[in-house]
């Protein structure tokens, strides 16, 4: 069977994967490899004990970063079950409130979802985007063919598979017939060892990342299996490329969202060495149009839509809220990200949440949140605070209470006590990070 003649059931099928090729690498753990048809012996067992959910619901996976979770999403793309991907580390309040926002949903998912994943979008509470399997296969398509994706490619898995930038490794893969290295929780000296030893062609982290990874060994270089690290779910600063470049590594920036099934732009892969900046070019069957400075997208990777709250045809255009340009030689240049949110260190943190959150805490009157540029993380998530009754809250009250109350990337590390919050004309708040200028900023810290 040929990469083009793959059926779309057969593309994300490791039964499929198997009959083709029983011996080709699949995945590399700590404890050895695992070919095809190893994997598709461990993957039938594994749909042999799934618990079917209804027809037309999910099946609800906490996407821990390890082997039985790959296990688990291969499983149900073979029994052709959409399967709706929980964020480990929750908040007993945030996991309460995201199954209460699932059981409201009543209207039964499209037949060909593959996955659902909650994003914040622009509304301020997270929406289940939904996408099909069409549209996982167009992405992992698209992304072959720039960097010429194969079997004997192995692919870090250095991102949790909750978002789509982890996922999207696992679907390109086993469409590739390639194969995919566990990774343990990121620390730059596991990374660097990780790279090394499980001899990793291929991957994808956010700059926060790479800026940890360079800082740790000022001496470390690419190891001669990289083929090239993918950067994205935050925007690389040009200082940062450049000297990831100047030590000699392969850098492809990309751009792209949950709604898009991943990238939809990227560094061409001839020109990794180089020294381009901006997020990239457009994708192999990918069209981006700038309509007042606002990113749209078209393609066959888009969403079907948001669970219970929109459709999305495939064939109309995304309006992504974030703002960019093309330059005169065809790289996409995102001058901001979707107007509220904060990106920090990859993880997308959504103002409004964070704001209700400290709400909630006695003594806190309003609130305002706001990302503070940062070159390691992208932004810092920075919150104004007015006092109840003049009297600014104990900040390791305010620590205690926040950790019961969000996840760790979403607490603010900087916090101001102020008389008003900024607005802007009209009234409405005023979150550019100029605002924080001249402001006397107290930092917070968190204990693991």
Request: charged share 20%; glycine share 8%.
């Amino acid at each position: 069977m040929t990469r083009q003649a793959l059926t779309m059931d057969a593309a994300l099928s490791v039964s499929a994967a198997a009959a083709e090729c029983p011996d080709a690498l699949a995945v590399r753990t700590d404890s050895g490899d695992i070919t095809y048809r190893e994997l598709d012996r461990l993957v039938r067992a594994k749909r042999a004990r799934l618990v079917r959910p209804a027809p037309g619901r999910p099946y609800l996976l906490d996407a821990v970063c390890e082997l039985e979770t790959f296990l688990t999403i291969y499983a149900l793309w073979d029994e052709c079950i959409p399967v709706l991907l929980m964020q480990p580390g929750m908040t007993a309040a945030e996991r309460s409130m995201l199954l209460a926002d699932i059981d409201a949903i009543k209207e039964p998912l499209p037949a060909d979802t593959a996955v659902v994943i909650f994003t914040s979008g622009t509304t301020g509470r997270p929406k289940p985007a939904m996408l099909s399997r069409s549209a996982l296969i167009a992405s992992a398509r698209s992304n072959a063919r720039n960097l010429t994706l194969g079997p004997g490619d192995i692919w870090l898995m250095s991102i949790s598979c909750a978002r789509i930038g982890g996922l999207s490794i696992l679907s390109r893969s086993l469409l590739a017939r390639s194969a995919i290295a566990t990774a343990r929780h990121f620390t730059p000296e596991t990374f660097i060892k990780t790279l090394r030893d499980k001899q990793v062609t291929l991957a994808s982290i956010v700059p926060t990342m790479l800026v940890k990874a360079l800082d740790a060994a000022p001496d470390w270089g690419p190891p001669p299996s990289l083929r090239s690290i993918l950067v994205g779910g935050a925007s690389a600063s040009d200082a940062l490329l450049k000297r990831a470049r100047q030590r000699g590594f392969p850098i492809m920036t990309t751009y792209g969202m949950t709604e898009t099934a991943s990238n939809v732009v990227t560094t061409p892969y001839e020109e990794r060495f180089e020294g381009a900046v901006g997020s990239g070019k457009c994708n192999a069957d990918t069209a981006i149009k700038i309509i007042d400075g606002s990113i749209w997208v078209k393609g066959p990777m888009t969403m079907s839509g948001y669970w219970g709250h929109s459709t999305h045809p495939s064939d109309a255009w995304f309006e992504t809220g974030d703002i960019g340009r093309f330059d005169e030689n065809g790289y996409l240049h995102v001058e901001a990200r979707r107007s509220d949110l904060i990106v920090s260190g990859g993880n997308n943190v959504y103002p409004v949440e964070v704001e209700n959150a400290l709400e909630e805490i006695e003594g806190i009157e309003r609130a305002l949140v706001v990302g503070l540029p940062d070159d390691t993380w992208g932004a810092i998530v920075t919150a104004l605070l007015v006092p109840s009754d003049d009297t600014p809250v104990d900040k390791y009250t305010l620590i205690a209470a926040l950790r019961t109350r969000l996840s760790g990337y979403k607490c603010p590390r900087r916090i101001a006590w102020v008389k008003d919050l900024p607005l802007r004309p009209g009234g409405k708040p005023d979150r550019r990070p100029e605002v924080l200028n001249g402001m006397e900023l107290i930092t917070l810290h968190y204990c693991a």
